[in-house]
T-cell receptor, first 109, second 115 residues
Framework: RKEVEQDPGPFNVPEGATVAFNCTYSNSASQSFFWYRQDCRKEPKLLMSVYSSGNEDGRFTAQLNRASQYISLLIRDSKLSDSATYLCVVNAQGGKLIFGQGTELSVKP | DAGVIQSPRHEVTEMGQEVTLRCKPI?????LFWYRQTMMRGLELLIYFNNNVPIDDSGMPEDRFSAKMPNASFSTLKIQPSEPRDSAVYFCASSLRGNSGNTIYFGEGSWLTVV
């Protein structure tokens, strides 16, 4: 089993749609969690951290369920510019950051 | 502010040749990571350093790969001899361990093609 698993993509949605990505992790001792975004042929960049109580940043909402070892990202009112690959990231013990395979999102006009 | 700087950005080399990838982390960061990204396996952690000391190299594929961090501002990843299956994007990243969440910042990557 992979340490971090994500929904397989790609997700193809129209502009304005709401889309949700899921991620599960295997190490129950994991300390912190993130979503990164990666554009085609670019490096990954931090989108947002994920906090235990859930957190929101504009159109983006992240949720964490430690009991189920599950993380989610919700994007509301999706824009063309949201098209990218979204990477779920888990900080295992010792500062080791493990990335999921990524979920590709394509937002169409 | 300067981000993580990697060189070369692109390299094409012949099988059997030595490849050296270089990284300058963000000034003040004390953790450095080398990742490899391919379509098949996604982003894999190869090795990471804290305060210039290798902490976990379990992701290094085999003895052909080696990494060093002689000081806080420089690291290398070496492949010798290179093979076609080493073709990938190699990312270096750095972070300030101990800050909230350990956010890491990536360089633009070194695109390696071994023919």
């Amino acid at each position: 089993r992979k340490e971090v698993e994500q929904d397989p993509g790609p997700f193809n949605v129209p502009e304005g749609a709401t889309v949700a990505f899921n991620c599960t992790y295997s190490n129950s001792a994991s300390q912190s969690f993130f979503w990164y975004r990666q554009d085609c042929r670019k490096e990954p960049k931090l989108l947002m951290s994920v906090y235990s109580s859930g957190n929101e940043d504009g159109r983006f909402t992240a949720q964490l369920n430690r009991a189920s070892q599950y993380i989610s990202l919700l994007i509301r009112d999706s824009k063309l510019s949201d098209s990218a690959t979204y990477l779920c990231v888990v900080n295992a013990q010792g500062g080791k950051l493990i990335f999921g395979q990524g979920t590709e999102l394509s937002v169409k006009p | 502010d300067a981000g993580v700087i990697q060189s070369p950005r692109h390299e094409v080399t012949e099988m059997g040749q030595e490849v050296t990838l270089r990284c300058k982390p963000i000034s003040g960061h004390n953790s450095l990571f080398w990742y490899r990204q391919t379509m098949m396996r996604g982003l894999e952690l190869l090795i990471y350093f804290n305060n210039n000391v290798p902490i976990d190299d379990s992701g290094m594929p085999e003895d052909r790969f080696s990494a060093k961090m002689p000081n806080a501002s420089f690291s290398t990843l070496k492949i010798q001899p290179s093979e076609p299956r080493d073709s990938a994007v190699y990312f270096c990243a750095s972070s300030l361990r101990g800050n909230s969440g350990n956010t890491i910042y990536f360089g633009e990557g070194s695109w390696l093609t071994v023919v």
